[in-house]
């Protein structure tokens, strides 16, 4: 692999730092000072440092982010802005896209990988990952709309959702729902099957993963080593 494309790769450089790093002999390959951006390494083995720090190789990078309001579950769309715009430029190139949707409107966690076999595993209707969803509707919700909640809902299209947990807090009109699976505005379009509409709606959970309570909205940041095995563990 080229010296460039090992510390693009590793979120350490863009191409540009890398060259302007080489000029000003900031990196070094197994102690000697690299004399080109282009110089073949073998990120298994070979020694790199930029700066005086030694680069660990990692070919998937897993992010985990707050998303805001008005942002789109994509990697690029003509016209909204998409959550891949809240990463710095040197996480832009490499190749992160959603592991699965929140609409544009939907707040909280959101996964970015480049690992697409794990993505395909974790969004599997075979594995049941749950995903956990604070939400507050327009009218309160009665015991009878729960238990149709529990028992699956027949969506507009004749779609009949798995089953999906409900808690319900005092005001009736908020809590948290729990789901198994992931069709296009599920939540929402279960609501409206219930002569209900969402107003409010943020993920709190996927897999073994939780909105940290330290992320703001719009933040973001590599999962911890513990995460990363726990999600990986989820997708076996
Ligand atoms: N259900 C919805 O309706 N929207 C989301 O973003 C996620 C689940």
Same mark, same amino acid.
């Given at each position: 692999m080229r010296l460039d494309k090992l510390l693009s790769v590793s979120a350490v450089a863009t191409r540009k730092e890398t060259a302007r790093a080489v000029r000003a002999g900031q990196i070094t390959v197994n102690g000697a000072v690299a004399k080109r951006a282009d110089m073949a390494v073998d990120p298994e083995k070979d020694s790199v440092c930029f700066c005086g720090n030694a680069v660990f190789y990692k070919p998937y990078r897993y992010v985990l982010l707050n998303k805001p309001d008005g942002?789109?579950?994509?990697?690029?769309d003509g016209r909204e802005p998409t #959550?891949?715009?809240?990463?710095?430029p040197l996480y832009t190139g490499l190749g992160l896209f959603p592991c699965g949707r929140l609409d544009k409107h939907t707040l909280g966690l959101m996964l970015l990988t480049n690992n697409g076999e794990l993505s395909h595993r974790l969004l599997s209707?075979?594995?049941? #990952?749950s995903k956990r969803y604070a939400f507050r509707v327009k009218f309160p919700l009665s015991d009878t709309d729960c238990d149709r909640f529990r028992d699956g809902v027949t969506l507009e299209d004749g779609y009949e959702t798995k089953p999906a947990d409900i808690e319900l807090a005092e005001d009736k009109r908020s809590g948290v729902i729990t789901l198994v699976e992931g069709k296009y505005h599920q939540i929402k379009r279960m609501m409206e099957a219930l002569h209900n509409q969402i107003t409010y709606l943020e993920r709190i959970s996927f897999g073994p993963l939780a909105l940290p309570d330290d992320l703001p909205r719009g933040a973001w940041r590599e999962l911890t080593e513990q995460e990363e095995q726990m999600l990986l563990a989820a997708a076996e």
């Open positions: 942002y789109v579950s994509a990697t690029e #959550v891949l715009e809240l990463l710095p209707p075979r594995r049941h #990952v």
